[in-house]
């Protein structure tokens, strides 16, 4: 923990002090969304043709689209022309001037999750001007991942130095046209990450957003984009425990990943955006399209996400089983609590021959926080012998919350195998007397009781990630008994 | 035995009821128990023995109506559970509850540093805790392969009951109450859990021993025997009682409760 928070506090200054440059600073487009304006995006991050021909498709077909309302959930309408598409990362300054200017509910967060003081700082928007020794940090990093031949970059600069990738892969798994928010994230994403991994490679680190050059103030629309070549390995972190606060409400990102022959990604993710306060005013509408392709033979992906923030989650991280033999796995907490909504869950489809899959999914409602999980399993008639195993467990605390099961299964052929488990519990009140009997308190009970239940996926989840989300779901429980 | 001074608890008149309903279950109940005593509590099915266990403990399905509870002096039922536990009070329950994914070894460390945080001693390290829990574990013959289970997730009766008393151990308490440890016990694992309570006997610690049959007081030789019935204690005695309890059947305190209802 100590060598990253030090060099996650040397990061911070980095990015301070090299991040951006001066002339972009002062950049703004106008509200709303047209043609004009997407030209504009596309001329500011200096893209290629392809790129702006490829928004200005999006934005044509996102304009015959309508936004769905099967999901189970509720918020007002979203004014689509009332939002700024392209806005630069904040000149230094304009925000909080120290720890003292910001909300203090925050700094309680930061200080129960163990956030370093400087990450803090950095997190909540307050300048940091202290000087540390960080060019070394990052330059290692690039080095090292260089020496592989690994490629870790923003997804704007990918654009400029790796055309080539981008043109082959963007849009191959989500395509332009895929739903209502993909399309309009293709239309207008601002930035990202960007992975590449070479054939017979097995990356020689976990690639972590925290340590991705460039990555302010691309959390509205974000375009992420991984692929593993032949035999290739990669471990992607995304996201933070720390409560991410933003003044955009909506978020709409896309994932996509792409496996060849042999490769696997492992991709997790620990969501914090701010939830809304706890009458449910305010918070981050997180709507998100993620999906990877199992394009090689026995390639394999691997979801795992931590989801306790945002105000109404809608996402459903999928794998397309297409090589023979490969390997789909979702593991998923999703908490709410006060008035969150989340409707999150998977798709599997499988198209190879004895292809696999596994779901995993836990969901934790409080207060009057509602959960559904809605997963699509779809077995095509070419799968033969393809396998797939679902467990969903929900638990409940309190009376005013609720937990929704939606599973969609789809088989086609005979040789598959489907199992589906699921359950529902509460916190009983027998369980709670007997941890306080043994002199624990109510309120670590609680964290204990919720831990306990998602203790298999955050087996999956790499250590040190594991051990914040786990302090994590203590704090987003606070308050909801008693 | 007696004890010179004041004893450990004193319970007086305790009436209770369950909340948010008007069924009685305990009608006046007074006892005393010193340090170093063994009390056992018999009685039918229904009696409200298992009520008096609970309500000492704190459980708050149930409300005290009447009387009062004195523990080292101090008013009982103005602590929560949790405060009862730091100030001592430790109960062996009847049905241990399972806690899915929460390692056994874990949860009571977490117990038992709860408890000496809140006593201002300081807190065990893992391996101290290990080191103590191995010790313990012997007392009530565990298997080592317990600690990499979840607490009490997939035992079986008689693990469950030995999980109790090797909590006890560890969390060394003043006052212990069992409920029903003896119940779906067979004969063998009953002679394990009965001499891990019997080598926790001191004159420190007082136990009350709550148990529908005699048979475990041939392992367990109490101080004092009550017999409850309908919510009152109808008879007291030594463990000759217990005895001539296990000839007679509670008809010996049937009567006893036929005049109550008379009155």
């Known amino acids: 923990m100590s ?3 030090k060099a996650l506090q040397e990061l911070t200054s980095r990015q301070y002090k090299y991040g951006f440059v001066t002339d972009i600073e002062a950049d703004t487009v106008p509200r709303g969304l047209n043609e004009d304006v997407i030209r504009l995006i596309s001329a500011k991050k200096n893209e290629p043709e392809f790129m702006l021909d490829w928004r200005l498709k999006a934005f044509r077909h996102w304009l015959t689209m309508k936004e769905p309302r099967w999901q189970n959930v509720r918020y007002a309408p979203i004014d689509y022309q009332d939002i700024v598409y ?11 001037k120290s720890l003292e200017e910001v909300d203090p509910e925050l700094v309680k967060a930061f200080d129960k999750l163990g956030i370093p003081l400087e990450e803090q700082k950095r997190l909540s928007g307050v300048a940091v001007d202290a000087v540390f020794d960080s060019v070394s940090v990052a330059t290692t990093f690039k080095e090292k991942l260089a020496k592989a031949g690994v490629i870790f970059c923003s997804f704007s600069e990918a654009v400029q130095n790796h055309p080539e990738l981008v043109k082959k892969y963007l849009g191959s798994v989500v395509p332009y046209s895929d739903n209502f928010f993909a399309t309009l994230n293709s239309a207008v994403f601002s930035d990202g990450s960007f992975v590449y991994v070479p054939k017979g490679v097995r990356c020689p680190m976990e690639l972590s957003t925290y340590f991705r050059i460039n990555a302010e103030n691309t959390g509205q629309f974000e375009r992420t984009l991984i692929v593993a070549e032949e035999g290739a390995y990669v471990s992607y972190l995304e996201g933070c425990t720390a409560p991410m606060r933003d003044k955009n409400q909506l978020h709409a990102a896309v994932v996509e990943l792409v496996a060849l022959d042999n490769a696997r990604i492992k991709y997790s993710t620990v969501q914090n955006w701010y939830p809304g306060d706890a009458q449910g005013r305010g918070g981050i509408y997180n709507f998100v399209t993620k999906r990877g392709a199992c ?10 996400q931590v989801e306790t923030g945002s105000a109404i989650t809608w996402k459903y991280p999928s794998v397309i089983l297409q090589g023979d033999d490969s390997v789909g796995e979702f593991h998923s907490v999703a908490l709410t609590n006060n008035y969150q909504q989340a409707d999150t869950g998977t ?3 499988h198209i190879g021959k004895n292809t696999r899959s596994t779901i995993l999914s836990k ?16 077995i095509q008639k070419g799968a033969a012998g393809a396998r797939n195993y679902t467990q969903c467990d929900s638990l409940l605390l309190g009376s005013n919350c609720g937990a929704h099961t939606m599973p969609y299964i789809e088989v086609k052929n005979t040789s598959s195998q489907v199992e589906h488990e699921a359950s529902t519990s509460k916190i009983g009140e027998d369980q709670l007397f007997y941890c306080t009997q043994r002199g624990i308190s109510q309120e670590d009970a609680v964290s204990m009781i919720v831990n306990g239940f998602c203790r298999e996926v955050f087996k999956e989840l790499p250590m040190e990630f594991a051990v914040e989300a786990q302090k994590l779901l203590s704090v987003s429980l606070e308050g909801s008994i008693g | 035995m007696t004890t010179p001074t004041a004893p450990m608890l004193r319970i007086k008149d305790l009436q209770v009821k369950v909340r948010d309903s008007d069924k009685e279950i305990l009608r006046g109940i007074d006892l005393e128990v010193g340090a170093g005593e063994v009390h056992a509590i018999m009685g039918p099915n229904g009696s409200g023995k298992s009520t008096l266990a609970q309500v000492l403990a704190g459980r708050e399905t149930f409300q005290v109506t009447k009387g009062e509870v004195l523990y080292e002096g101090k008013d009982l039922l103005a602590l929560s559970p949790e405060e009862r536990a730091v100030a001592g009070i430790f109960m062996a329950f009847q049905y241990p ?16 540093n709860a408890l000496r945080k809140r006593r201002g001693e300081e807190e065990l390290d893992a391996m101290d805790f290990l080191a103590l829990a191995k010790e313990k574990m012997k007392l009530v013959a565990m298997d080592p392969s317990f600690t990499g289970r979840s607490v009490n997730e997939g035992f079986s009766g008689g693990e469950k009951k030995r999980n109790e008393i090797f909590q006890m151990a560890v969390l060394d308490p003043k006052l212990a109450i069992l409920d029903e440890t003896d119940s779906g016990l067979d004969i063998d694992a009953l002679r394990t859990v009965a001499s891990g309570v019997n080598s926790l006997r001191s004159k420190d610690r007082a136990m009350i021993v709550i148990t529908h049959y005699q048979r475990l007081l041939d392992y367990i030789v109490p101080d004092r025997v009550h017999v409850m019935s309908n919510g009152r204690i109808v008879r007291s005695g030594d463990r000759e009682l217990a005895l001539e309890l296990e000839q007679k059947g509670y008809a010996l305190v049937e009567p006893a409760v036929r005049q109550e209802a008379a009155r």
Do not use: C, D
């Not at chain 1, 969901?363 to 779809?378: C, D, E, M, P, W």
């Open chain 1, 363 to 378: 969901g934790i409602s409080a207060g009057h926080g509602q959960n559904t999980y809605r997963g699509l399993v779809k």
């Open chain 1, 347 to 349: 798709k599997m489809i």
């Open chain 1, 3 to 5: 060598t990253s928070a």
């Open chain 2, 97 to 112: 509850v399972e806690i899915p994914g929460v390692g056994n070894l874990y949860f009571l460390r977490t117990a038992l």
């Open chain 1, 295 to 304: 394009r090689g033979r026995a390639s394999k992906i691997s979801w795992t």
């Open chain 1, 86 to 96: 392209y806005s630069a990362p904040k000149p230094k300054g304009q925000g909080p």
